[in-house]
Each structure stands twice: as structure tokens, then as C-alpha cells.
């Protein structure tokens, strides 16, 4: 019999935690990007880079449900192989963020306890933001998503005991701060200390979540004998198009509800956000949100203080927004506040962190993950357009 955790208030680190870390992280980024001036003086002739890296991780899952105390047993140790392109056009985004590394990482490890939790992997894409750099040494944050496997997830008859995760294909979200020492013009030494989360935003239950927090030292090796030139910051000439857009969304996925192995029920999304693009990075916005989700009705008709009741399973909530424009992507972070809503056995207050990306300039793709506190809510998978 599989017994639902309850909430415990106590957790060394939620999942929002986590987001909460990572939002903050991306704004001191965007903060250090304006203030730090560029000192390199590097000659060389801004040829297309390319750098790749292998490093070593050591570390622990930590433990935010005491559900799954008892399952681990030990350190996590992983490795992690990296190949990068460094940014390098003029008046484009790249200048806006001090010409970012732009890599793709694969990345194995163990869960503390491999018997029973296995081994993750991930493949993502990340953008490695400097904020400090001189000739010799560059501090950095590098922010990535994409996709994890994990090898043992919940199962009835042979793993019961794993309410971490009830999928091998997981969604993955990372975070780190970087210190990378220059030995050659190609070699450089590294270390970083950062989170990588793995969840499948309840479209299979359990789904708890992992988050694995790790120490790593790593190399890279930069090809090619010019390293890239990164000229001196001069300020921009002040941002000016800071009129309101308006943006429309349509998104949606399936999710779970607690026992395992259930239905899956259908959840969708209708948002509209005036937004207000406050520099060449930052944008800020108020909206608002039409959920329905369809896994609340077994919810309502399985709580004895429902029954009787009239209730409805739509929703309706107000957000404030940030968006970080990166090219054509926004990475996306919400706080929501529902104005109407039945149930209130996950709180009022919502979240929202994931992307945007631009096909054209009015159209794009939405992949955001809603949350409500401790856990993940749906998957918000689906277009939308801009005017």
C-alpha cells in the first residue's frame, strides 16, 4: 500500500526553495552583468570557439520530506562532460551579457543509494553568465534545463519504498556558481558549487522530486591558438523601447494524483500578461491566469469535508512577472495569488519558472513548470502570441 506523505514544514530544502534560489541567482546575475566592467585585454582574432570539460562532482540528495529520510544512505558522486561555444557578436545579446559560454552538459550520477534510488542522467543545455572576468581568472553563474533518466523509480511490487519519483523520464533544472583559473591560453582549472533538480511535474506520481547539491573540479580545453578578445564594457545608449506588450498563452499537459498508477487527468492553462520591458535584459509584468484542472474533482469527492458541497474545479489566479530575455528565449518567473479557488488544501499563493521561445516575433513556445509550495502542480507545455 502506497501512504501519501504529508506535508512536512520542516524540509531542509523544497522544490520552491530551490526555485526561489534559482530566481535569485538569475537577478544577482543580471545585477553583477550591469555593474562589472570587462577588463580583458586578450589579443586575439575573434574567431568562433569551442571548449570542452570533464568534471567531478561530490556531494549529498538532500533530504526535504521526511518521507524518504531513511533512503539515503550516502554521498553522491557523479561526473560531468561539457562542450561549449563562446559567445562572441557585437550588438546582439551576447554583448548585453558579457559574451556567455553556450554549452550542452551530460551528466551521471548516483542518488546516495543506488539499490533502491538508482542513477541519474541528464542531457541539458545551459548559458554560463560571467560576472567577473580578468585575464587570468572568471567568476560566472550558469543556469541550464533539459532532460534527466532516472534508472529506479516507484514501484508496487519492487521498489514501494522510493516515493521520490514515480518516472525514469524526469525534467532537469540546474544552477551553479563558477570559479574557472586560466593555466594556458587553453587550458583553465574550475570549480563550482550548484543544485540540479530532477521532477516530472506530477505527471507520474510520487513525485517528490531530487535535489542533488554538489562540489565539483573540473578542466576545460579551449580550441584553437587565439583565445577570443572581450572588449572593454562602454555603456549602451539608454534603453528606450519601453512600451507595454501584451502576451497570450494557451498551455497544458496530464497529470497524477496520489495513489500511483492512476488516471491521469488533463490540466490547462489560459494567461494573459501585460508586460513592460524595462532594459535590454529585464522585462516586468502583471497578468492573469484561468486554470482548470481536472484531478481536483477526485480530490473534492474523496475529502469528507466536501461532500455535500458545491464546488468548482476552475480556478482563477493573478501574477506578477519577470522575464529575462536571452535571444529569442525568456526565462520565465512568476508569483501567483489565487483570486478564486475551491480548494485550498495546497495554499493560495502559485509559482511559475520556465521559458519562452520565440519562432517569430509575435509567436512562441511556452514550457513552464506551475507549482504550489513543496510540490510541482503541471506542466505548462503550449503557445502563445505577442502584440
Not at 136 to 164: A, W
Not at 185 to 198: C, D, K, M, P
Not at 300 to 327: C, P, Q
Not at 340 to 363: A, H, P, Q, T
Request: some cysteine.
Amino acid at each position: 500500500m502506497f501512504i501519501q506523505p504529508k506535508p512536512d514544514k520542516y524540509s531542509s530544502l523544497s522544490f520552491p526553495s530551490f526555485l526561489k534560489r534559482l530566481i535569485l541567482l538569475v537577478l544577482i546575475s543580471n545585477f553583477y552583468t550591469n555593474c562589472f566592467a570587462q577588463d580583458t585585454t586578450i589579443t586575439g582574432n575573434n574567431k568562433e570557439e569551442y571548449v570542452v570539460g570533464l568534471s567531478g562532482h561530490y556531494g549529498w540528495v538532500i533530504i526535504h520530506h521526511a518521507s524518504f529520510a531513511d533512503l539515503i544512505t550516502g554521498h553522491t558522486q557523479a561526473f560531468e562532460i561539457n562542450f561549449a561555444k563562446q559567445t562572441i557578436h557585437k550588438n546582439t545579446w551576447n554583448e548585453y551579457y558579457r559574451y556567455p559560454l553556450v554549452g550542452v552538459s551530460y551528466y551521471f550520477a548516483d542518488l546516495g543509494n543506488p539499490a533502491q534510488l538508482g542513477y541519474a542522467n541528464a542531457l541539458y543545455g545551459w548559458i554560463n553568465f560571467p560576472l567577473i572576468r580578468t585575464k587570468e581568472y572568471t567568476m560566472s553563474f550558469r543556469l541550464g534545463t533539459g532532460l534527466g533518466y532516472i534508472t529506479k523509480h516507484f514501484d508496487r511490487l519492487d521498489d514501494h519504498k522510493n516515493v521520490v519519483i514515480g518516472s525514469h523520464i524526469n525534467g532537469v533544472m540546474h544552477g551553479n556558481f563558477e570559479q574557472a583559473f586560466k593555466i594556458t591560453n587553453q587550458v583553465s582549472l574550475y570549480a563550482n558549487v550548484g543544485i540540479t533538480h530532477f521532477s516530472n511535474g506530477s505527471y507520474k506520481t510520487p513525485n517528490l522530486g531530487i535535489n542533488v547539491a554538489t562540489a565539483s573540479v573540473g578542466i576545460t580545453y579551449r580550441f584553437g591558438k587565439d583565445t577570443t578578445h572581450f572588449p572593454k564594457y562602454k555603456e549602451r545608449a539608454p534603453f528606450t523601447d519601453k512600451k507595454i506588450s501584451y502576451n497570450f498563452v494557451v498551455a497544458g499537459f496530464e497529470k497524477e494524483v496520489i495513489p500511483p498508477d492512476g488516471k491521469k487527468y488533463g490540466a490547462l492553462t489560459i494567461s494573459g500578461l501585460a508586460i513592460k520591458q524595462m532594459g535590454y535584459k529585464s522585462g516586468l509584468g502583471i497578468g492573469l491566469d484561468y486554470f482548470y484542472d481536472g484531478s481536483l474533482k477526485p480530490l473534492f469527492m474523496s475529502d469528507t469535508n466536501y461532500i455535500g458541497k458545491n464546488y468548482i474545479i476552475e480556478r482563477v489566479g493573478i501574477y506578477i512577472a519577470h522575464e529575462l530575455a536571452i535571444g529569442k528565449v525568456r526565462v520565465v518567473t512568476d508569483l501567483g495569488y489565487y483570486l478564486l479557488s475551491d480548494w485550498k488544501e495546497n495554499g493560495m499563493v502559485y509559482s511559475r519558472l520556465g521559458i519562452k521561445y520565440y519562432m517569430s516575433k509575435s509567436i512562441f513556445l511556452n514550457v513552464t513548470l506551475k507549482t504550489h509550495y513543496a510540490k510541482a502542480d503541471f506542466l505548462e507545455l503550449g503557445v502563445g502570441y505577442k502584440i
